[in-house]
């Protein structure tokens, strides 16, 4: 099975600072990697498909990167809103797989 | 809209069943691949197991193996998940979650979530 490795496991930021998470698969995925929001309460949201797209109606200051087995989710200028813990998940093999999870804290 | 709406959970002891279903509407429910995902509390989101759109392929996490039993009705636009022999770790609130189907990948990313159902597994 393939082994999603997140990092960091939590971090505390300002309103407006550049935030990057990173993910690594323990072998190689292509760009089947997804990002979701987790609010506490409320249903995971899928922000980035296939490792850069941007689903819609996700604000653009959200992005992803990478191919291969290193992948990076980046907030450009953090809003208080996106306090949340934040998943990486791997499409690529038949038993599917999430990251530890990232704790985003303002 | 989406609507994904499950229900079926509650408490148990180690050892019984329990049934989980899910209500789809909004979208050709025939037409996409289905997943149940947990979260115990806590901890992070697990994939617990998913069915493609005809039934032809059925998948599990090795934890759940041997023991849970997805299955869907097209017709009643319903996903299920038997949950048998069940332990304390899969105490957790489980969701139904829709495919996105973009790709001809058995998989692709989840699109659609619903809000979840807890299962309680204590003695």
């Known amino acids: 099975d393939i082994q999603m490795t997140q990092s960091p496991s939590s971090l505390s930021a300002s309103v407006g600072d550049r935030v990057t998470i990173t993910c690594r698969a323990s072998q190689t995925i292509g760009t089947s990697l997804n990002w979701y929001q987790v609010k506490t309460g409320k249903a995971p949201k899928l922000l980035i498909y296939g490792a850069s797209t941007l689903q819609s109606g996700v604000p653009s200051r959200f992005s992803g990167s990478g191919s291969g087995t290193d992948f990076t989710l980046t907030i450009s200028s953090l809003q208080s809103v996106d306090s949340a813990t934040y998943y990486c998940q791997q499409s690529y093999s038949i038993a599917l797989s999430f990251g530890g999870g990232t704790r985003v804290e303002i | 809209e989406v609507q994904l709406v499950e229900s079926g959970g509650g408490s148990v002891q180690p050892g019984r069943s329990l049934r989980l279903s899910c209500a789809a509407s909004?979208?050709?429910?025939?037409?996409?691949?289905m997943h149940w995902v947990r979260q115990a509390p806590g901890k992070g989101l697990q994939w617990v197991s998913g069915?493609?759109?005809?039934?032809?392929?059925?998948e599990y996490a090795d934890s759940v193996k041997g023991r849970f039993i997805i299955s869907r009705d097209n017709a009643k636009k319903s996903l299920y998940l038997q949950m048998n022999y069940l332990r304390p770790e899969d105490t957790a609130l489980y969701y139904c979650?829709?495919?996105?189907?973009?790709?001809?990948?058995?998989?692709?990313?989840?699109?659609?979530w619903g809000q979840g159902t807890p299962v309680t597994v204590s003695s």
């Open positions: 979650v829709k495919d996105a189907g973009r790709t001809p990948r058995v998989w692709d990313e989840f699109d659609n």
């Open positions: 909004g979208f050709r429910f025939d037409d996409d691949a």
């Open positions: 069915i493609s759109w005809n039934s032809g392929t059925l």
